[in-house]
């Protein structure tokens, strides 16, 4: 049995090594387009590859992925976090979590998860195939035929583990093959503020921040970072991936409402009147927890002199007070994609296939993994864990 797998990415070498550790006598063949594999783990979660996360219930963990929560379940209870641990420490790579549940190598390297990616597609005599570009498929009556390059190759299964494509034509020859797509669009970006003066404190992290974007019933939470560009950090990417669809239709024009303590209109009222009869000044006493630069830029943004003290705050200011704390707002206009943990969100309908095998319900003996797939998560390694999970029941199913 011939087996090829198009696209040396995680769910590709997942895909590679678990069909030829399922069947030693299968030949396995990975295709990769460039002259290197495995680009993206390289510089996932700043070189140090954030390569799961420390969820180890099924139901919880779906609910960081805006689109497949409904098909990873069903392929989750085959491999999920668990399996990826222990898949990883088999193979000599011990995983650590840190604070936020996220899950890294050790070693604090991403090269330790691809030597033990390459070591063990070496060792079970996977045949990796780099500069080599599948340009089309034929499918024929029990086999395919891949278009490689200049040449022609005939396979019995076929695995295809291409990643995300941000732009539709790059599916084009999968729609060729009567596939529906999801139009691809961005996931996972931050937010650009070229008119907002906030930019100024770039650097400046507020830690529990709700953001709402206007007109829409999105809303998250989390740690919000000032950057020199507009907003980051958790609260806006969250935003990014659930409202992916929604923003590219905005053109990523749209107005966002923050509370940047995530308190209750009453809670703020209440920490204004406990402070009103303080002689403190109001520059040097912040009762929302704010880092002080953020408080002094948010005093001035609504005309309060932040050498005052409290007992010299009038009503309107007050009120000025609790508008800017609870109901904060910026104009976003553009994203960055630039070095951040971006996904694509679209990719082949989940409709058209099995979730516990991952082969296409058109074609049999053909499978789906990764990015290609109309799933992505949010950060904190939820995408490689579907890259994992898919890839390995790609790679086991395919030797069936
Ligand atoms: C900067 C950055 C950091 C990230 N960090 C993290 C992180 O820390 N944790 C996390 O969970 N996720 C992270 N992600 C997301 C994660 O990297 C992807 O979701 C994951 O790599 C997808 O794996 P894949 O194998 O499906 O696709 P890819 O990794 O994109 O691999 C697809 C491969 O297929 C090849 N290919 C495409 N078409 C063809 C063809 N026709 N013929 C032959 N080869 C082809 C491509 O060259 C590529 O090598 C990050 C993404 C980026 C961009």
New binding site residues.
């Given amino acids: 049995m011939k087996i090829a797998i198009?696209?040396?990415?995680?769910?590709?070498f997942m895909a590679a090594i678990t069909a030829k550790s399922s069947d030693s006598s299968a030949e396995v063949v990975l295709?990769?387009?460039?002259d290197k594999?495995l680009?993206?783990?390289k510089?996932?979660?700043g070189g140090r590859?954030?390569v799961t996360h420390a969820c180890f219930n099924i139901s919880e963990l779906t609910k960081h992925y805006p689109r497949g929560k409904k098909f990873l379940k069903k392929s989750f209870a085959h491999f999920y976090t668990k399996d990826t641990v222990d898949w990883f420490e088999e193979r000599g790579v011990k995983l650590k979590i840190e604070d936020d549940n996220r899950m890294f190598p050790n070693t604090n390297s991403s090269q330790s998860i691809i030597d033990c990616l390459m070591g063990s597609c070496t060792s079970s005599g996977v045949s990796l195939k780099l500069k080599?570009?599948?340009?089309s498929i034929l499918p024929q009556k029990d086999k395919f035929i891949l278009k490689v390059n200049e040449g022609e190759i005939a396979v019995d299964r076929l695995i295809i583990?291409?990643?995300?494509s941000p732009k539709l034509h790059g599916l084009k020859w999968l729609i060729d093959l009567n596939y529906e797509v999801e139009n691809p669009v961005p996931s996972l970006f931050t937010f650009n503020m070229p008119n907002e003066s906030i930019k100024e404190l770039m650097g400046v992290v507020a830690t529990d921040v709700s953001v709402h974007i206007q007109g829409n019933k999105l809303k998250h939470t989390g740690p919000l970072l000032i950057t020199h560009w507009g907003m980051s950090g958790p609260a806006i990417l969250k935003c990014s991936a659930w409202g992916a669809r929604e923003l590219a239709h905005t053109d990523y024009r749209f107005n966002i409402q923050l509370n940047w303590a995530n308190l209750s209109e009453n809670d703020y009222v209440n920490l204004i009147k406990e402070h009103k009869n303080s002689n403190r000044i109001i520059a040097n006493k912040n009762p929302f927890n704010l880092p002080n630069r953020l408080w002094l830029f948010l005093l001035s943004k609504i005309h309060i002199d932040s050498n005052i003290s409290w007992n010299q705050l009038d009503k309107k200011s007050g009120n000025r007070l609790l508008n800017v704390l609870f109901n904060d707002s910026y104009q976003v206009n553009g994203k960055t994609t630039f070095?951040?943990?971006?996904?694509t969100c679209g990719g082949i309908s989940l409709n058209q296939v099995n979730p516990q095998s991952l082969e296409s319900k058109k074609h049999k003996g053909l499978y789906f993994?990764?990015?290609?797939l109309d799933i992505d998560g949010v950060t904190g390694?939820?995408?490689?864990?579907s890259?994992w999970t898919t890839g390995y029941l790609a790679g086991k199913n395919s030797v069936l």
């Fill in positions: 198009i696209g040396g990415g995680a769910a590709g295709f990769e387009k460039s594999v680009s993206k783990v510089i996932s979660g590859c954030n080599s570009t599948v340009k583990a291409t990643g995300g070095k951040e943990e971006f996904v993994c990764g990015e290609v390694g939820f995408n490689f864990q890259a």
